[in-house]
């Protein structure tokens, strides 16, 4: 079972640049989630989606951008890379059927801007 | 608005010896509450979580979780550590207001000592 896939792993970036960061699921599941983690602040999220064509802002939505075309996908969008967008992100997915599920989490992309 | 502390930054624990973190919720009805590890340069997998009914939990890896109301806590907890148990844990609550979303906390970072 392949889960949550995130691609890049790492990235390296230069101020101004953008770029998208990839996250795709085969399990299904309705909902997704991006997460930005910090050192000592935990996870932060960033945008979810609870379905295809729906997505809505979490805590720290601002300088991205998402959209959700299809079930699987769920890509993360930085369109002017700043300093602060130094992170790692993670995307995550769960399922509404039969009650609250644990949400599934990928292995991470690691971005530097520089 | 629903929070998770977790009081601990980092602990260190003889290989053998028991462990138990701390997480603290603050949620204004019954929380949905989870504990996720994550090892190094991975992403974060589920150990357990509490939705209902018995307030202690089984969790994979010999991890248990006991919820106490009075307290607002969801301590994690292990008899006997194992080298390969060091990691970065996370406690978060989730809501069920049609989205899942999750709060974490800042993470506890386990560290075992021979």
């Known amino acids: 079972n392949a889960g949550v896939t995130q691609t890049p792993k790492f990235r390296i970036l230069k101020i101004g640049q953008s770029m998208t960061l990839q996250c795709t699921q085969d399990m299904n599941h309705n909902y997704m989630y991006w997460y930005r983690q910090d050192p000592g602040m935990g996870l932060k999220l960033i945008y979810y989606s609870v379905g295809a064509g729906i997505t809505d802002k979490g805590e720290v939505p601002n300088g991205y951008n998402v959209s959700r075309s299809t079930t699987e996908d769920f890509p993360l969008r930085l369109e002017l890379a700043a300093p602060s967008q130094t992170s790692v992100y993670f995307c995550?997915?769960?399922?509404?059927?039969?009650?609250?599920?644990?949400?599934?989490f990928g292995d991470g992309t690691r971005l530097s801007i520089l | 608005a629903q929070s998770v502390t977790q009081p601990d930054i980092h602990i260190t624990v003889s290989e053998g010896a028991s462990l138990e973190l701390r997480c603290n919720y603050s949620y204004g009805a019954t929380p949905y509450l989870f504990w996720y590890v994550q090892s190094p340069g991975q992403g974060l997998q589920l150990l357990l979580k509490y939705f209902s009914g018995d307030t202690l939990v089984q969790g994979i890896k010999g991890f248990e979780a006991e919820f106490k109301r009075s307290q607002s806590s969801f301590n994690l907890r292990k008899p006997s550590v194992h080298w390969s148990d060091a990691a970065e844990y996370f406690c978060a609550v989730g809501r069920l207001f049609g989205n899942e979303k999750l709060t974490f906390g800042t993470g506890t970072r386990l560290t075992i000592i021979p």
């Open positions: 995550a997915s769960t399922d509404t059927g039969g009650g609250y599920q644990p949400q599934h």
